[in-house]
């Protein structure tokens, strides 16, 4: 069958090795092309995100011929007894959206600078969204410095309404992935969004927590505006499982342009004279936080 025969598809859910493609004949649930699984795989062969070329057969179902190439992927680490393998959380995202609260629970902003170098690392933009603004006085004083970095930030409410328009028009027309801790009001932000869809979402969520003898299901779900949404659990466990120390300040904005002007080209930027970080941290060029980030991440901590 030639290319042009094929119907094109985008694949919006995975399970148990069927994957159901949204197509412009509708919703069709595919398996796997034979040929495209032999050999030893080291990484998902298909997986929600992936854009595909599939045959649809008598009965309605389809066969998955060809996996187009990503152009990037949220990959997670999966040791397995034959040997590495990478999971694929989501492929193709534009964006990573990091939705944090002001208060209860207090933001997290260690977890969020780790969420933002794996952003950096796998190369998907991130977008921070700094929810409950409602409950604190100056949710700048928490967040702003992210802006100062040059990484985009949106203030929510689902209480008073606030950047929900814009929140929605961020989403528009893109394949978003989201992560964030625990009861920061996501499944809130997502219903007052678009109804209905923050329900969806959590069953998904809860499902993919149960653990790794339950069935995984992964799904992105539609936005009435174009684009999809797809939750990610797991961000906290997505080690920097191929990343030197000695490369992870090209992950943080702020430090990687000071890297060139240190004395010494292997500087840890720990404690070495003549290190331009340590120089910028001092004169309050670098948030010190930041750095502390830098310092828990290079040493292994969360």
């Known amino acids: 069958m030639t290319e042009d025969k094929f119907v094109h598809g985008l694949i919006i859910k995975a399970q148990s090795g069927f994957f159901t493609v949204e197509s412009g004949q509708g919703l069709i649930v595919c398996r796997l092309r034979g040929k495209l699984k032999q050999g ?17 057969l008598p009965d309605g179902s389809g066969v998955i011929e060809k996996v187009e190439e ?20 989501l492929a193709n995202p534009d964006q990573a959206v990091f939705v944090f609260a002001c208060a209860h629970p207090a933001p997290r902003l260690r977890m969020l600078d780790r969420f933002l170098v794996i952003a950096e690392k796998q190369n998907v933009p991130p977008l921070i969204v700094a929810n409950k603004t409602d409950l604190v006085k100056n949710p700048r004083d928490i967040f702003g410095l992210y802006e ?22 961020a989403l528009k027309g893109k394949i978003s992935a989201l992560a964030g801790p625990s009861g920061v009001g996501k499944s809130s932000l997502l219903n007052a969004i678009q109804p209905g869809l923050g329900l969806a979402v959590r069953e ?27 939750d990610t659990p797991g961000w906290k466990s997505l080690a920097l499982w191929d990343t030197q120390p000695e490369e992870l300040d090209a992950y943080f904005p702020e430090l990687r342009d000071l890297v060139a002007h240190c004395q010494f080209s292997d500087c840890t930027h720990i404690h070495e004279p003549g290190c331009a970080v340590l120089l910028a941290v001092k004169e309050g060029r670098v948030h010190r936080e930041r750095y502390e980030s830098y310092l828990r991440l290079r040493s292994g901590q969360d």
Do not use: W
């Not at 653990?211 to 009435?224: A, S, W």
């Open 40 to 56: 030893r795989p080291s990484g998902d062969i298909a997986a929600v995100g992936d854009r595909v070329q599939i045959t649809v």
């Open 70 to 89: 990503r152009k990037r992927a949220i990959v997670r680490l999966d040791p397995r007894p034959q040997g590495e393998y990478q999971q694929v959380l």
């Open 148 to 169: 100062t970095i040059g990484y985009r930030v949106l203030y929510t409410s689902t209480q008073t309404g606030a950047g929900l328009d814009e929140l929605r028009e």
């Open 204 to 230: 998904i969520s809860r499902a993919m927590k149960k653990g790794k003898h339950t069935t995984v299901v992964r799904q992105m779900f539609p936005l009435e505006g174009g684009g999809y949404v797809a």
